[in-house]
């Protein structure tokens, strides 16, 4: 079997389908996707890939069922299902995922055209495996889904400790290799075994801290911000369809933007990112601003410009998602029950006020034209004047 040195997890030893499955087109494009996108812009050294996450999601996952006792043709779906499960995403991951959505309806977990339009499909076919059900299990669809995408997953124990080894963070860094020895399955749900609480609460405390330190930096903000309002113009101004835009990696679509989008593109590819005009919490934000949909914040853009004596394309305004708290649900056995994390755990309380409590609302602007967008946000949103970032 031919093994892989890996930064985080040391030598990854690949099964002859996995070995396959990495020449394809479509899982070394990942090589060429940055795992964490505009984070890169605030921690240089996070430059690694969706290609090493993939194997070391793959990797958790062989332990996972090694010590779950999953074997045969189920364990075979399983890791095929951890290796390709981010071939769906478009240029810089995350931050282009909602302008893929809205013009195909779909997230980049839906992989079953993919998985038969590539020469996946035909690898995994030519290992008795079947596309669809590989497809399946990257969604999280039934028992050994959640493995795959759970609140329990190897995808979540594995970004966490590389994104914190990357970055050099440390609150990311986890204990995955008991995370994995503790997985059992209770009426064909994953959970983590009698005497866990606090391996599980270690899990969520180092999502919620590296959410606020690492993912949601308002420096990356701003960046995502920009780069998906000139992905949306790219679009708009060019005949490049989505399937085709989907397909690019990071560098094809920075090229185009500096080329099609001069306006934001030059700015992200030099790091001459606008500033926060306003930058508002929960409690500061009206709830008609929190509940924004992106049609309300490209017509708020307008207004606000209008208002300012602005170009549009000089604000943007980002209202994201309630904070929600996934990890939350995760299954923990407790006295020889099944508790939700929950309610096992007074822990859980007061990550999620934390989580409510970091929730910002933010307008951005070119640096010389923050005091006029700020003031022109205020009265088109409604906004107290402590938002004034």
Same mark, same amino acid.
């Given at each position: 079997m031919t093994a892989i040195k890996d930064s985080v997890?040391? +030598?990854?030893? /690949?099964?002859?389908? @996995?070995?396959?499955?990495?020449?394809?087109?479509?899982?070394?494009?990942?090589?060429?996707?940055?795992?964490?996108?505009?984070?890169?812009?605030? *921690?240089?050294? @996070?430059?690694?890939?969706?290609?090493?996450?993939?194997?070391?999601? *793959?990797?958790?996952?062989?332990?996972?069922?090694?010590?779950l006792g999953v074997e045969g043709d189920r364990a075979r779906h399983v890791r095929a299902a951890a290796l390709?499960?981010?071939v769906g995403h478009g240029? +810089?991951?995350?931050?282009?995922?909602?302008?893929?959505?809205?013009?195909?309806?779909?997230?980049?977990?839906?992989?079953?055209?993919?998985?038969?339009?590539?020469?996946?499909?035909?690898?995994?076919?030519?290992?008795?495996?079947? #596309?669809?059900?590989? !497809?399946?299990?990257?969604?999280?669809?039934?028992?050994?889904?959640?493995l795959v995408s759970g609140e329990l997953d190897v995808d979540r124990m594995d970004y966490l400790v590389r994104d914190a080894h990357h970055t050099g963070v440390p609150y990311g860094t986890i204990d995955h290799e008991r /995370?994995?020895? $503790? =997985?059992?399955?209770?009426?064909?749900?994953?959970?983590?075994?009698?005497?866990?609480?606090?391996?599980? $609460?270690s899990l969520l405390l180092a999502r919620a801290l590296m959410d606020s330190t690492v993912y949601r930096h308002h420096v990356s903000r701003i960046a995502g911000a920009m780069l998906e309002r000139a992905s949306e113009r790219l679009l708009e101004r060019t005949e490049t369809d989505v399937a085709t835009f989907r397909r690019m990696a990071d560098h094809d679509l920075l090229v185009r933007l500096r080329e099609d989008v001069p306006e934001l593109g030059r700015r992200i590819e030099h790091r001459d990112l606008y500033k926060r005009a306003i930058w508002g919490g929960l409690d500061e934000v009206p709830a008609s601003v929190v509940e924004m949909?992106?049609?309300?914040?490209?017509?708020?853009?307008?207004?606000? !410009?209008?208002?300012?004596?602005?170009?549009?394309?000089?604000?943007?305004?980002?209202?994201? #998602?309630? #904070?929600?708290?996934?990890?939350a649900d995760t299954r923990v056995v407790v006295d020889g029950v099944v508790q939700r994390l929950e309610d096992a755990s007074s822990l859980v309380s007061g990550l999620r006020d934390a989580r409510r409590g970091g929730w910002r609302m933010g307008? *951005?602007?070119?640096? $010389? =034209?923050v005091p006029e967008v700020a003031a022109a946000a205020v009265d088109v949103l409604g906004l107290p004047e402590s938002t004034v970032a």
């Open positions: 997890h040391d +030598y990854v030893t /690949l099964c002859p389908v @996995a070995a396959d499955l990495l020449d394809t087109d479509a899982v070394q494009r990942l090589r060429h996707i940055k795992q964490l996108s505009t984070v890169r812009l605030v *921690y240089p050294s @996070a430059s690694h890939t969706r290609f090493e996450h993939s194997l070391g999601v *793959y990797h958790l996952a062989s332990r996972a069922l090694s010590f390709v499960h981010d240029p +810089y991951g995350h931050q282009t995922e909602e302008v893929i959505r809205r013009r195909t309806g779909r997230d980049h977990d839906e992989l079953g055209d993919l998985l038969e339009q590539t020469e996946i499909g035909a690898v995994l076919r030519g290992h008795d495996l079947s #596309p669809s059900r590989v !497809a399946e299990l990257v969604r999280g669809e039934g028992e050994l889904g959640q /995370l994995v020895r $503790e =997985l059992q399955y209770r009426d064909g749900e994953l959970v983590l075994a009698e005497g866990n609480v606090a391996t599980a $609460e949909r992106h049609e309300d914040e490209r017509t708020a853009e307008r207004e606000i !410009a209008d208002r300012a004596g602005v170009d549009e394309a000089a604000v943007v305004v980002d209202a994201p #998602p309630r #904070p929600g708290f996934k990890e307008v *951005y602007a070119p640096e $010389e =034209l």
